[in-house]
């Protein structure tokens, strides 16, 4: 009995994850065929059942957003996609463990620069995720990661920058001169999971002195 | 850098952060080789974090042990660069075990009915298993053990 290599119907079967926003993907065969299908369905580790997840069934599209099935981040997840093509060859595939603590990617803050005459001020607005606790209370990356730091980093010309760490949102850098252009960035890490975001930029000039000298 | 564990009147002092980025170099394909994913060796019912106090650190000081003397002798490395790595961790392991050994001999570190009850639920998850597929789901498990240290 010759079973048939169907292994080119379905590649990288992978969550993708920002801020707990948990993605399912994967890649079909090159010149996939438009009637191919896929099914998708997921499971918690160390539980026996595979749940089928309602909206992601027969699709023809490469994602499934598993957010909700994969929000409690105590626990680690599978999931797996089935693809039929039109002549009824099938393939399945499993992603690796997920653990949505270590795997989430996390995103650049947002943060409002405001340039007074001799300073910058960068307030970091709060850092919502789509997880809530039990209260129903939308959680900030704060509140999941204790040990979430912010990075203040603010160019000063080619050769000197002021770079601070703190954990509150909000930093001013003072001393600076009137009427000059600067380049500030904002970053958040996680040093026990080793994770950083992509920085917050932004480009700002303080304000001219107009008082009297 | 290092943090400090307070399991009751122990206290101790590690390098989590650098045992889980050994680990995280290796978790994917440790993690691969484990193909029984209906069962679970760590659960969430022997939380460290939901022991209680004074029975942490016999608990960890158990589970350690385990992983000393039947994961990390039992696993096989598939290759040069993962024995490396495996032999880094249980050397962290360790260390942190004999930390926990000294707490042992200066009387901080009791065994109260809590801890051993939970040690045995491990154990027997644990044996459910052939020896050598329960050393490759438990080191598989090392990032579920680093974050009941970590939340401690």
């Keep these: ?213 | 850098g290092l943090k400090t564990l307070h399991l009751g009147s122990c206290v101790i002092t590690t390098n989590l952060q650098g045992i889980r980025s050994g680990f995280s170099e290796i978790r994917d394909s440790v993690q691969a080789k484990d193909e029984i994913i209906d069962i679970r060796i760590l659960r969430k019912t022997q939380f460290l974090q939901g022991t209680k106090p004074a029975d942490q650190c016999c608990l960890l000081h158990h589970i350690l042990r385990l992983y000393l003397d039947r994961v990390f002798k039992n696993y096989q490395p598939p290759d040069h660069h993962i024995f490396r790595k495996v032999s880094r961790l249980a050397n962290s392991l360790l260390t942190i075990k004999k930390d926990l050994r000294l707490c042992h001999a200066h009387m901080s570190c009791p065994c109260g009915e809590e801890a051993k009850e939970k040690y045995s639920q491990i154990l027997s998850h644990f044996e459910e298993l052939p020896p050598q597929a329960a050393a490759v789901k438990a080191l598989g498990e090392l990032d579920i053990l680093l974050r009941w240290m970590e939340e401690v």
């Design chain 1, 1 to 213: 009995h010759i079973t048939e290599d169907t292994s080119d119907l379905l590649q990288h079967v992978k969550f993708q994850s920002s801020n707990f926003e948990n993605i399912l993907t994967w890649d079909g065969k090159l010149e996939s065929a438009p009637d191919t299908v896929y099914s998708v369905q997921y499971k918690t580790y160390g539980e026996g059942e595979w749940l089928e997840k309602e909206g992601c069934q027969r699709i023809t599209r490469k994602s499934c957003n598993l957010t909700v099935e994969t929000s409690n981040l105590t626990e680690l997840y599978y999931a797996r996609v089935t693809a039929i093509d039109g002549a009824g060859r099938s393939a399945t595939k499993m992603t690796n463990r997920f653990s949505p603590l270590q795997d989430t990617n996390i995103k650049p803050p947002d943060v409002t620069c405001i340039p007074k005459v001799r300073s910058i001020q960068m307030n970091v607005h709060p850092p919502y995720t789509v997880i809530r606790a039990r209260n129903g209370h939308q959680l900030t990356l704060e509140n999941i990661f204790q040990d979430l730091r912010y990075h203040f980093n603010l160019r000063i010309n080619h050769t000197y920058q002021m770079h601070f760490e703190r954990k509150q949102r909000k930093f001013e850098f003072f001393g600076l001169t009137p009427d000059t252009e600067f380049h500030g960035t904002v970053m958040i890490c996680i040093p026990n999971l080793f994770k950083e975001s992509a920085p917050y930029e932004c480009q700002v000039k303080t304000l001219p002195d107009r008082t009297w000298t």
